[in-house]
């Protein structure tokens, strides 16, 4: 006959999560010890995910950092369905001062409409005037437009990078 021993299996399981708990305890006092001990200036002890890398939503501009100028690219690369049934993948980015907070959370909170904006653009396009299309007509009309929907400040130029127009096959 088996006989079983009370409380030896809980007594392991208990005694590893009473293990656990203070061991997490321990990291936490030490992080918080170590916070409030180091500098405001210094950097993360360590980083999850790429570190290393700035945001993709605002990189420095090149040569123009010591006044705040920085290149919003949050737009990101939009891929646009046009009428004769090809696409259309465009990257959009223009700079903006960095340190008018206002704006530039207006711009973070304008993404979208950017998107719909570049896409409607486009897409409503004739396909004759998608073969021949002047890039810099189209930057006009859609730096027009976005400046059209901000409030807090203006956009003054407009990059496309990646134009590039995928023909649909038959």
Known sequence: MKKILPGRKSD???R?????????TVLLIAGT?????SSSDTGPLLTLGKS????????????????????????????????NSSTLILSI????????LAFT???????????????GYFSSLPPKELLNMDENAAKTEILRLYNASLRLGRIEA???????????YP
């Open 158 to 168: 407009l990059y496309f990078s990646d134009l590039i127009v995928l023909d649909a």
């Open 52 to 83: 290393g890398r700035t945001a993709p939503r605002a990189r420095t501009y090149a040569g123009a950092s010591s006044d705040g100028i920085k290149v919003f690219s949050g737009i990101g690369r939009l891929r646009i369905p046009l009428p």
């Open 33 to 37: 010890i170590y916070g409030l001990a």
């Open 93 to 100: 980015a223009f700079p903006y001062q960095s340190n008018d």
């Open 105 to 119: 959370e207006e711009l973070a909170a304008k993404i979208g409409e950017f998107r719909s904006i570049a896409s």
């Open 12 to 14: 392991f399981f208990f």
């Open 16 to 24: 590893a999560l009473v293990l656990l708990a203070a061991a997490l």
